[in-house]
């Protein structure tokens, strides 16, 4: 079964959806994470993604209280990323609730310091962000390509310990035309113990099963979520499966 991941991106202390990491996109769809991430937890989701795009933006965490707020008031295993740079950004994540953090700019510059946080926290608690724009590696709330290829760059952080990535087609997210599967497929081959966290494009139910025939293990999803394209009863049937 494909571990089923539902995202909250927060801008303001709000849910907000982009289009292919653009800021200018933002829709808001809920001024209520808490409550959002209720509703993922009631539909049977173990697991949520909660990405500070204003954290992502500013180089450093800013919607601290929005991940605090949501760790004290549901039982879900959160992963936390966006605008983590420092020790000190790391330990506020993992002090205020964070089960784990995706962490993706900082692999790319300052490679020292990501590895020194996987030694230092597990591998199991470290996801490595790999969003990805014609193959290339983007980092900085997906402002900048780095120019760096994505199979180099996982095969360097998996030779060092990594085990669970979340790569994001940016051509895809938030355009609800369907997951980039053969993205996938490739990585997969290439390293078939890795734990892959797909993302981005996910319109509904039935791209998630696709995905789920491909083997692929995990698959975060939103917008389709939040426009109503996934029903919280789908979710539930999904999950009972």
């Not at 849910?15 to 049977?44: H, I, Q, W």
Request: net charge negative.
């Amino acid at each position: 079964m494909i571990q089923l991941i539902p995202a909250i991106d927060i801008i303001d202390g709000k849910c907000v959806r982009l289009t292919k990491g653009n800021y200018s996109t933002k829709t808001v769809y809920c001024d209520d994470p808490v409550y959002m991430a209720k509703c993922f937890e009631d539909c049977g989701c173990k697991r949520l993604h909660i990405v500070d795009l204003d954290g992502a933006k500013a180089r450093h965490i800013v919607n601290i209280k929005v991940l605090k707020d949501i760790t004290d008031n549901t039982n879900l295993i959160i992963d936390f990323g966006g605008g983590i740079k420092t020790d000190d950004d790391i330990k506020n994540a993992f002090d205020n609730g964070a089960s784990m953090v995706t962490v993706g700019s900082i692999a790319v510059t300052n490679n020292s310091i990501f590895e020194n946080w996987l030694s230092k926290y597990g591998a199991n608690r470290i996801i490595l962000g790999a969003d990805v724009r014609n193959g290339k590696i983007a980092i900085n709330g997906w402002e900048k390509d780095s120019g760096i290829d994505l199979l180099a760059f996982l095969e360097h952080y998996i030779n060092l310990g990594v085990k669970n990535v979340l790569c994001t087609d940016i051509s895809k997210d938030g355009t609800l035309t369907g997951p980039a599967i053969s993205l996938y497929k490739d990585i997969m081959s290439k390293f078939p113990d890795l734990n892959l966290i797909a993302s981005g494009g996910v319109s509904c139910i039935d791209d998630i099963l696709d995905l789920e025939k491909e083997n692929i293990p995990a698959v975060v999803f939103g917008k389709s979520f939040y426009e109503g394209k996934i029903k919280l009863s789908e979710l539930w049937d999904l999950q009972k499966e």
